[in-house]
Each structure stands twice: as structure tokens, then as C-alpha cells.
């Protein structure tokens, strides 16, 4: 049974930071690509950062140079490290495994950037 756990989101201010963890189990979490997605409501899904198994990143362009994406094979974890929030970054971020045909989602954990 495969598992993403999400944990690390809250409520902050403007200009503060977060790191989200997502910690998969029944997957070869180092053939996956991870990725980190978020949802307001009324609006789709979107995705925010990227990391392939090879380590090659990719990022929206409303979160560059303030997000950082990483991840830690031994521990079957992804990380996203978030600088400088502002309120357009409030929303359900979600954890993605992706390989192949295979796509995996976390239950969401909640980010609230206001003053």
C-alpha cells in the first residue's frame, strides 16, 4: 500500500518560511519523481516544484528563488523549503509520486500566509 504523508504546513506571516516534509512507504521512492502541487479552491491544481530521480528541478515561476525542492532517498523523503511567503501562497499543498503511468498523492496539509 503506498503512502504519502505530508506534514509541515501552518499558518504564517507575510515574509516567513515553511518546510513541508512528505514521507512515502511502498514505493522505490528513488525511481520516482516527486513533486510538491497546490489547490486554492475554485481553482486547479498546480504544480509548484518538481524533483526527478536524477535530481533535476523544476519550478513555477511565481515560486523561483523563494522555494526550494530537495529530497532524501535514504529516508524516502521530499522536502519544500518555503522563503518569503506571501498570501498568494495560501492554499492545500499536496505531495505527487510520479513514474511512469503511476501517480501517488498525499492528503494535503494546509499553508495560511497572512497577517
Known amino acids: 500500500q503506498v503512502q504519502l504523508v505530508e506534514s509541515g504546513g501552518g499558518l504564517v506571516q507575510p515574509g516567513e518560511s515553511l518546510r513541508l516534509s512528505c514521507q512515502a512507504s511502498?514505493?522505490?521512492?528513488?525511481?520516482?519523481?516527486m513533486g510538491w502541487y497546490r489547490q486554492v479552491p475554485g481553482k486547479q491544481r498546480e504544480l509548484v516544484a518538481q524533483?526527478?530521480?536524477?535530481?533535476?528541478?523544476n519550478y513555477v515561476d511565481s515560486v523561483k528563488g523563494r522555494f526550494t525542492i530537495s529530497r532524501d532517498d535514504a529516508k524516502n523523503t521530499v522536502y519544500l523549503q518555503m522563503n518569503f511567503l506571501n498570501p498568494e501562497d495560501t492554499a492545500i499543498y499536496y505531495c505527487?509520486?510520479?513514474?511512469?503511468?503511476?501517480?501517488?498523492w498525499g492528503q494535503g496539509t494546509q499553508v495560511t500566509v497572512s497577517s
Open positions: 524533483i526527478r530521480s536524477s535530481g533535476r528541478t
Open positions: 505527487n509520486a510520479n513514474y511512469n503511468a503511476y501517480y501517488y
Open positions: 511502498g514505493i522505490i521512492f528513488s525511481m520516482y519523481a
